[in-house]
């Protein structure tokens, strides 16, 4: 299989994931995981991944003609929200056990009432967050965790455990990270993956549990730097404690694409963690 077929490889994999968003979703829900949509970024996956539950990002699908938003929601609400709604009347979330929301603009909370009398969810959460940075910002958003935290565990009728939630934090930043990674082969001239790409890589990876998503996205990070044709080397390093710059606590492998001229003296390679041990 040459390098090409292999990228088109992920790459379909992960269109087919963005155009049936609803595809793994509904897998799971058959095999008994419960399935929580939501809107927008502020909301705490993390204590819905450490119960068990997939967040599904709920996206509305601008491909179908609004046929009964309108008449529900002011004409001129966001045309993000209307497609949700839209979908949701259709059946398009018919999987979902509940949904929740951060209070994140005057639409959302105007649109909350509409969604939540019309969309008839069994369970249901709303997220308060701060629009300031005080000290009394973070004792309040820790409240609200807490509340967010508790109607969960109603929910799922389990409690979520510390070891669970860190392991989930984990995971959630591990996927931040590699996000972070996939926006910076967008910095080159020209990028390494085109902004429709990018789109659907998120389309996909927020549609899926956050273990698997982030399987994905190692998968298009690694596809990217081999298929790049500049590259002409790579690093592979692993950091072990935190005195060696590990910041995500469990075990994986920086794969470092490396180009010619991209340091003036590139002996030594990963000896340069520690600058003078450079050059030898
Ligand atoms: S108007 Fe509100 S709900 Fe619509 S896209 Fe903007 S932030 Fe989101």
Redesign the pocket.
């Given at each position: 299989m040459t390098k090409q077929q292999q990228r088109g490889d992920i790459l379909a994999t992960v269109k087919e994931l963005s155009e049936n968003r609803d595809r793994r979703a509904r897998e799971l829900k058959k095999e008994g995981m419960k399935i929580v949509g939501y809107?927008?970024c502020f909301v705490p996956l993390e204590i819905l991944t450490a119960a068990d539950i997939l967040p599904y990002r709920m996206m509305g699908n601008p491909k179908e003609p609004l046929t009964v938003a309108n008449t529900y929601i002011d004409p001129a609400n966001?045309p993000?929200?209307k497609s949700c709604f839209d979908l949701a009347m259709k059946g398009g979330y018919d999987f979902l056990d509940g949904w929740t929301t951060p209070d994140?603009?005057d639409?959302?909370t105007n649109f909350d009432f509409v969604w939540s009398y019309n969309v008839r969810l069994p369970w249901r959460a709303w997220v308060n967050v701060p629009n300031c940075l005080y000290e009394e910002s973070f004792e309040f958003f820790k409240e609200e965790l807490a509340i967010f935290k508790l109607s969960v565990e109603k929910l799922i009728e389990a409690n979520i455990s510390d070891e669970d939630l860190h392991q989930a934090i984990d995971l959630h930043n591990e996927q931040r990270a590699l996000l972070r990674r996939l926006y910076d082969f967008r910095k080159p001239d020209p990028p390494l993956v085109d902004g429709s790409e990018v789109l659907q890589v998120m389309k996909a990876v927020t549609s899926l549990p956050i273990a698997e998503g982030n399987e994905l996205l190692k998968g298009v990070k690694e596809d990217i730097q081999i298929n790049s044709p500049d590259i002409a080397g790579f690093n592979i390093g692993i950091n072990v404690g935190k005195a060696a710059g590990q910041t995500i606590f469990h075990a994986h492998i920086h794969l470092i694409p490396r180009r010619d001229g991209d340091t003036l003296n590139p002996r030594g390679g990963v000896r340069g963690v520690i600058p003078n041990k450079m050059s030898y």
């Open positions: 809107f927008h966001c993000y929200l994140s603009c639409g959302m």
